[in-house]
């Protein structure tokens, strides 16, 4: 996977406050883009790549707690560190609990910052990872016709060639071709192998009559 | 010698009757003033001014009695038993010290007054009877009871209306003076009638004088005179020093009430800042935050070795900016929860709003209020204490963003507006919530009125007064779209009080 230079977003409104964050997180080497709002953020053009975004919880016009909501809300998994110059335990745990991956209280310490910024980076990365595959799989199982797909779900769930003809009413030869055609496409090693890619796809395993 | 049994004829002097009704009316008007001191007065100032008091009014009352006995002239010569003459003065002063006692008494009620009058009475009776057996002469003194009787009668009722007219001037209501005065005539004929009721109540048979000789002294009309010149003197003087001491009572008033509405001013502000905590801590730990980052990386520039001096010059320029903005923000709130006097400077009205929006930024977010400033350009600097100012627009945003906090259906905005207005700056505060509540209306500046389930009710009734100690007014119009606050400060730096 052609892996690219990992970014960091910064959403404060205080100007001073975002550069010297920038300087910061600057100084050990990683890429930082600088936000005065949430929706800022949200017009900006993100680039594809590992990702974490440096939210302040006050922020004009939405909380940063309600924007991590109409985040997770629009689909997108960008983790978030929050920072907040007042904050209480009911908005740690509200932040936490909405999958936030730190909370850190201004001022704050540097190693904490960056620590946080290391394992959400690590976080986006493994998602994007996992996202990567799942995309690869779904293009492998569109490549599938459609017999070869209604058989896919009936090896999974780990049927003889004999029992899958039985089911869907057809020769258990015909069958045996689907399946290693099947098992090709999808680039798949072994049956077990192939239960994890369904699994990771979300395909529905049907129980054995 | 006079012969047997026929009565002498008496007649009486005029001017002379004259200078006692004076001095009964001046009796009686200090009697009046002096109420007033010694209900005012607390501790020793009231003992002073009770003993003061009654011996001035009592040397009047006595004066009266007998320079009115000194205006009737009789063919025989008529002396005076100086210890029984005391003695009458001595009655006269008690008599005056109770009536003080029973009119500064915290309540008087109908029965209190009817007993203290009849007590009073006698003892004015008592006092005229007594000043008649200190006269000694050739001739025996009868006495008419019916006229005697009547007598006691007018000195009760005159004192009933005495204790009434003091007990109502003993509050000092302003601008009394004239209708003292009034009070003063009325009283003095009154005890003057009383007087010459009792004269004309006795009747003189020439005799052989019976009564002890020994301590009788002869009063000359120059002695009259002199009688009635002190009596007048010291009157006068109870008078003056009870407005002078008056004067200082009402400045000191004056001082203590400015004191005690900064003092609640002061109370005000620290409950405020109560409640603006969390933004307070937001406002100073912004920059800190900034500062720490910032030194943060010059230290990592430095430890790098090869520190690129541009950026690093950078750093530790906002840092000297963010540490002085910390700085801004905690003097800022230092001076708010500062006591003081106030401290009136010129000064831009827009720069005080803006002040204060830093101050209340936090909180508004956290309400979900967007604040919006309108203020018009080359206002007039107006006369004013910064910090009563600002206590004053901080009441005024921090209302408007709990009257929002249960909006639902519409944005929460609050507006802040200053415009020119004639000689004045006008300032505005508008909400977007559901307004007031026309009952409420008429009382929001009440002290101790709220609409808030935590407030105590000070903060509009001491922003008011501020207003108004600025020569400004401060109120609320009705009919706009949620609760519109305005006030007025006045331009013109005379105005200004």
């Known amino acids: ?57 006050r922020l004009p016009g939405i909380s940063g707690l309600d924007f991590q909501h109409k985040l997770a809300e629009a689909n997108i998994h960008i983790p978030i560190i929050f920072i907040t110059a007042h904050g209480d335990i009911p908005m740690t745990v509200r932040a936490m609990k909405a999958g936030a991956v730190e909370f850190l209280t201004k001022p704050f310490r540097e190693q904490d910052l960056l620590d946080a910024i290391q394992l959400a980076l690590e ?24 017999r070869e797909r209604e058989v896919l779900p009936w090896v999974v769930s780990g049927l003889l060639s004999k029992q899958i003809a039985d089911a869907i009413g057809t020769s258990e030869a015909s069958v045996k071709v689907h399946r290693s055609q099947l098992m090709r496409k999808m680039a798949a090693d072994s049956v077990a192998d192939l239960v994890r890619m369904a699994e990771k796809m979300g395909i529905p395993i049907p129980k054995k009559p | 010698m006079i012969s047997g049994n026929a009565a002498l004829t008496g007649s009486y002097d005029l001017p002379q009757v004259a200078l006692s009704v004076l001095i009964a009316i001046s009796a009686s008007y200090a009697a009046l003033d002096l109420a007033g001191r010694v209900t005012a007065t607390r501790g020793r100032a009231q003992l002073t001014w009770l003993i003061g008091g009654s011996a001035a009014m009592g040397i009047g009352i006595w004066a009266m009695h007998y320079i009115g006995m000194l205006a009737f002239r009789l063919p025989v010569p008529v002396e005076y038993d100086w210890p029984t003459a005391l003695l009458s003065l001595l009655v006269g002063i008690l008599c005056s010290a109770f009536a003080l006692v029973v009119v500064s008494r915290r309540r008087m ?42 007598s006691v009668v007018l000195a009760v009722v005159f004192s ?7 007990f109502y001037f003993r509050d000092e209501p302003q601008n009394s003076a004239w209708r003292k005065l009034g009070s003063a005539l009325v009283m003095g004929v009154a005890t003057s009638a009383m007087h010459y009721t009792g004269m004309a109540a006795a009747t003189f048979i020439p005799a052989a004088p019976a009564l002890d000789q020994s301590h009788a002294v002869s009063i000359s009309s120059l002695g009259t005179l002199g009688i009635a010149a002190a009596t007048l003197q010291v009157l006068g003087l109870a008078v003056l020093s009870s407005l002078v001491d008056r004067r200082f009572d009402a400045q000191g008033l004056e001082l203590a009430l400015t004191e005690t509405r900064l ?37 990592r520039q430095v430890a790098s070795g090869a520190p690129n001096l541009e950026e690093l010059r950078e750093a530790i320029a906002e840092i000297v900016n963010d540490g002085t903005r910390a700085s801004a923000v905690i003097s800022r709130i230092r001076a708010l929860l500062q006591k003081g006097a106030p401290d009136r400077v010129e000064l831009d009205i827009n720069e005080v709003i803006q002040e204060v929006t830093i101050l209340v930024r936090h909180e ?7 604040v919006r400033l309108d203020l018009a350009a080359d206002l007039p600097r107006v006369l004013g204490d910064r910090v009563q100012l600002q ?29 020119k207005n004639a000689d004045a700056v006008l300032i505005q505060v508008q909400d977007s919530g559901k307004g007031l509540d026309p009952e409420q209306v008429g009382r929001i500046f009440e002290p101790f009125f ?39 400060l006045p331009t013109d730096g005379n105005s200004v009080s």
């Not at chain 2, 203290?116 to 025996?140: D, Q």
């Not at chain 2, 009933?160 to 003091?166: E, Q, V």
């Not at chain 2, 620290?270 to 030194?295: R, Y």
């Not at chain 2, 508004?364 to 967007?370: E, I, K, N, R, W």
């Open chain 2, 364 to 370: 508004a977010t956290l309400s979900g209020v967007s």
């Open chain 2, 160 to 166: 009933f209306a005495s204790l009434w007219l003091a």
């Open chain 1, 1 to 57: 996977m052609n892996e690219r230079a990992p970014i960091v977003f910064v959403v404060d409104d205080d100007p001073s406050v975002r550069r010297s964050i920038k300087r910061l997180i600057g100084s050990v080497g990683l890429q930082v883009e600088l936000f005065g709002s949430a929706q800022e953020f949200l017009l900006s053009k993100r680039p594809d790549a590992p990702s974490c975004l440096v939210l302040d919880i």
């Open chain 2, 263 to 299: 003092e609640l001013a002061h109370v005000a502000r620290i409950a405020t800042m109560g409640e603006l905590t969390a933004s307070i801590a937001h406002e100073i730990n912004q920059p800190l935050t900034a500062v720490v980052n910032n030194g943060n990386f010059a230290l």
């Open chain 1, 123 to 146: 976080r986006d990365r493994a998602r994007r990872q996992g996202d990567a595959e799942i995309a690869v799989l779904r293009e492998r199982f569109e490549s599938l016709t459609p």
């Open chain 2, 109 to 150: 009620g109908l029965t209190y007054a009817l007993i203290g009058s009849a007590m009073m009475g006698c003892g004015i009776a008592a006092l005229h009877y007594i000043a008649m057996a200190a006269m000694r002469l050739p001739a025996e003194c009868r006495f008419d009871f019916r006229l005697v009787a009547l």
């Open chain 2, 391 to 419: 206590q004053v627009l901080i009441n005024l945003v921090i209302n408007g963003i709990e009257a929002m906090r249960t909006l639902t259906d519409r944005p929460r905005e609050l507006l802040v507006k200053s415009a």
């Open chain 2, 450 to 488: 709220t609409t808030k389930p935590q407030g105590i009710g000070m903060g509009l009734s001491i922003s008011r007064s501020i207003i108004e100690s600025h020569g400004g007014r401060l109120w609320t119009v009705p009919g706009s779209s949620g609760a519109l606050f305005q006030f007025t």
